[in-house]
């Protein structure tokens, strides 16, 4: 019996090798007008084809290396050979560098109502974090968990690699998922037990953003879940934890913040157009086309310093909220890459979606910080 030995290189928080074995291969062939040569298709449900000349393009008109891989029996998938995981991988599944965008809302949150006097109980605002922080952990490996099903995320694309490269099997991103949601909302009744009924909808609202985000994206409504779950419903959500009663003026820091979180989404999906349209799914950016996919995204990064600033003017904020114009600069370089994509280039922003990301921490920090200061002038 023969093994086969495949290496993958993972690039996430620094280069990871994984080795994995797997054995029982056939060999057949396949004739298709696309490919020739032998095709190996192993126990874990990886077919791996030899192509025509390396130069040859696919169906969808993407040229890609003579050896690639391509998932055959999703439930095969399941059954690859596994082996323990390090912390490290377990931390590169759950993708903890995307947090500041469900924590932020709530920091932000707290420090606005810090600023305003409210009686705020410190403990409750801190498990509130914790909480959605899970929720947020639990949504990444959902929607990872989906968007390999759908072929959204495949070796050629931008996507999570965790499966796409070996390192987790379906199953077990999935019951990370599952536990990691289990474990949030038994935090979430701990919760609902110390404040009131109120917080039940609100984070059944959030557990629908989680379980539903990935069909919604899917069908160009992505955007605006990522508005729900990560501005409106998290600092609702925290006013009622932290002072027991919901403050509704917290919406209008939800909006600016939530604009440049929703920003995050909408440059990893305009990025992604060609490839999300070859996996047959439909993302706003694809609906409402690149020219006005740029001019949102320029919006939506920059409409909150205008906000910001006529709330301060009109006394709604303390005038130390204009500390977060020195992120400004940053906010106009992240609008005119993405107006410069419409010129053909699209991997200027290739990583747009990251600096969109410091984008919102700095923003939000700053915000934070503005609120904080003014309590105490």
Same mark, same amino acid.
Not at 94 to 120: C, E, Q
């Given at each position: *019996?023969?093994?086969?030995? @495949?290496?993958?290189?993972?690039?996430?928080?620094?280069?990871?090798?994984?080795? #994995?074995?797997?054995?029982?291969?056939?060999?057949?062939?396949? $004739?298709?007008?696309?490919?020739?040569?032998?095709?190996?298709?192993?126990?874990? %449900?990886?077919?791996?084809?030899?192509?025509?000349?390396?130069?040859?393009?696919?169906?969808?008109?993407?040229? /890609?290396?003579? &050896?690639?891989?391509?998932?055959?029996?999703?439930?095969?998938?399941?059954?690859?050979?596994?082996? /323990?995981?390090?912390?490290?991988?377990? *931390?590169? +599944?759950?993708?903890?560098?995307?947090?500041?965008?469900?924590?932020?809302?709530?920091?932000?949150?707290?420090? #606005?109502?810090?600023? /305003?006097?409210?009686?705020?109980?410190?403990?409750?605002?801190?498990?509130?974090?914790?909480?959605?922080?899970?929720?947020?952990?639990?949504?990444?490996?959902?929607?990872?968990?989906?968007?390999?099903?759908?072929?959204?995320?495949?070796?050629?694309? @931008?996507?999570?690699?965790?499966?796409?490269? !070996?390192?987790?099997?379906?199953?077990?991103?999935?019951?990370?998922?599952?536990?990691?949601?289990?474990?949030? +909302?038994?935090? !979430?009744?701990?919760?609902?037990? &110390?404040?009131?009924?109120?917080?039940?909808?609100? %984070?059944?609202? %959030?557990? %629908?953003?989680? =379980?539903?985000?990935? @069909?919604? $994206?899917?069908?160009?409504?992505?955007?605006?879940?990522?508005?729900?779950?990560?501005?409106?419903?998290?600092?609702?959500?925290?006013?009622?934890?932290?002072?027991?009663?919901?403050?509704?003026?917290?919406?209008?820091?939800?909006?600016?913040?939530? =604009?440049?979180?929703?920003?995050?989404?909408?440059?990893?999906?305009?990025?992604?157009?060609?490839?999300? $349209?070859?996996? !047959?799914?439909?993302?706003?950016?694809? +609906?409402?086309?690149?020219?006005?996919?740029?001019?949102?995204?320029?919006?939506?990064?920059?409409?909150? #310093?205008?906000?910001? !600033?006529?709330?301060?003017?009109?006394?709604?904020?303390?005038?130390?909220?204009?500390?977060?114009?020195?992120?400004?600069?940053?906010?106009?370089?992240? +609008?005119?890459?993405?107006?410069?994509?419409?010129?053909?280039?699209?991997?200027?922003?290739?990583?747009?979606?990251?600096?969109?990301?410091?984008?919102?921490? *700095? @923003?939000?920090?700053?915000?934070?910080?503005?609120?904080?200061?003014?309590?105490?002038?």
């Amino acid at each position: *019996m023969n093994t086969f030995h @495949f290496t993958h290189q993972f690039n996430g928080l620094k280069k990871l090798y994984v080795n #994995y074995y797997v054995n029982k291969q056939r060999t057949s062939y396949v $004739k298709n007008s696309r490919m020739s040569g032998p095709t190996i298709e192993s126990k874990s %449900g990886i077919r791996t084809t030899h192509k025509k000349p390396a130069n040859s393009p696919d169906r969808s008109g993407i040229y /890609k290396n003579s &050896l690639s891989l391509q998932p055959l029996n999703f439930e095969k998938n399941d059954r690859m050979n596994t082996r /323990k995981h390090t912390f490290r991988e377990w *931390m590169i +599944a759950i993708r903890p560098w995307s947090f500041p965008a469900s924590a932020m809302p709530v920091i932000t949150a707290t420090a #606005y109502l810090f600023w /305003k006097g409210a009686d705020i109980n410190g403990l409750l605002a801190l498990w509130a974090l914790l909480n959605i922080v899970i929720f947020h952990a639990a949504g990444n490996t959902w929607s990872d968990y989906f968007d390999f099903r759908k072929q959204v995320d495949a070796e050629d694309t @931008f996507g999570a690699k965790t499966l796409t490269q !070996g390192m987790f099997s379906p199953k077990e991103i999935l019951n990370l998922s599952l536990g990691l949601t289990l474990v949030a +909302a038994i935090g !979430g009744i701990g919760l609902l037990c &110390l404040t009131g009924l109120p917080l039940l909808w609100i %984070g059944l609202g %959030g557990i %629908g953003c989680t =379980l539903l985000y990935p @069909f919604l $994206k899917f069908n160009a409504l992505g955007d605006l879940v990522i508005l729900l779950a990560y501005a409106f419903l998290p600092t609702i959500g925290t006013s009622f934890v932290a002072t027991g009663a919901i403050d509704w003026s917290v919406l209008l820091l939800a909006l600016p913040v939530g =604009l440049i979180t929703d920003g995050i989404l909408h440059a990893n999906n305009t990025r992604d157009t060609d490839t999300d $349209k070859r996996a !047959g799914i439909k993302t706003m950016a694809m +609906a409402i086309g690149a020219r006005a996919s740029a001019i949102l995204y320029g919006f939506e990064v920059l409409f909150p #310093y205008a906000w910001m !600033g006529a709330l301060a003017i009109l006394g709604h904020f303390p005038l130390t909220v204009f500390i977060t114009f020195l992120t400004g600069m940053m906010a106009f370089g992240c +609008a005119r890459t993405m107006m410069n994509s419409l010129q053909g280039d699209r991997n200027i922003i290739s990583d747009l979606d990251v600096k969109t990301a410091n984008l919102q921490l *700095m @923003f939000s920090a700053l915000l934070s910080l503005a609120f904080i200061v003014a309590r105490f002038i």
